[in-house]
């Protein structure tokens, strides 16, 4: 089994940053993809950033692109969302994600999830 652990979630004015980690342990393979989802209130669980380890790869959903930067450390099994000019419907849960396999973007398709971590952008 595969356990996420996740940090950086907290309150942060609009225009400010946060950066969120998450650590994946466990039975671990080179061929992983992690991913970053978020759920508001009353809103569906989206896609919002993702990498892959083999092939290398990153992508964001456009709502967040230019503002957050997905990267990742292969040899401890972390990726880190850096999320600069927050705005206040980037309010949501943050829920880091792994998978076996190449990256993906639907919610589905991941096999393993962390408990959230409550991102609160105020105006």
């Known amino acids: 089994q595969v356990q996420l652990v996740e940090s950086g979630g907290g309150l942060v004015q609009a225009g400010g940053s946060l950066r969120l980690s998450c650590a994946a342990s466990?039975?671990?393979?080179?061929?992983?993809?992690m991913g970053w989802f978020r759920q508001a209130p009353g809103k569906e669980r989206e896609f919002v950033a993702a990498?892959?380890?083999?092939?290398?790869?990153?992508d964001y959903a456009d709502s967040v692109k230019g503002r957050f930067t997905c990267s990742g450390e292969y040899a401890k099994n972390t990726v880190y969302l850096q999320m600069n000019s927050l705005k206040p419907e980037d309010t949501a849960v943050y829920y880091c994600?792994?998978?076996?396999?190449?990256?993906?973007?639907?919610?589905?398709?991941?096999?393993?999830w962390g408990q959230g971590t409550q991102v609160t952008v105020s105006s």
């Open positions: 466990g039975r671990t393979f080179s061929a992983f993809a």
């Open positions: 990498i892959s380890w083999n092939p290398g790869n990153t």
């Open positions: 994600a792994a998978r076996y396999g190449r990256l993906v973007y639907a919610a589905h398709d991941y096999d393993f």
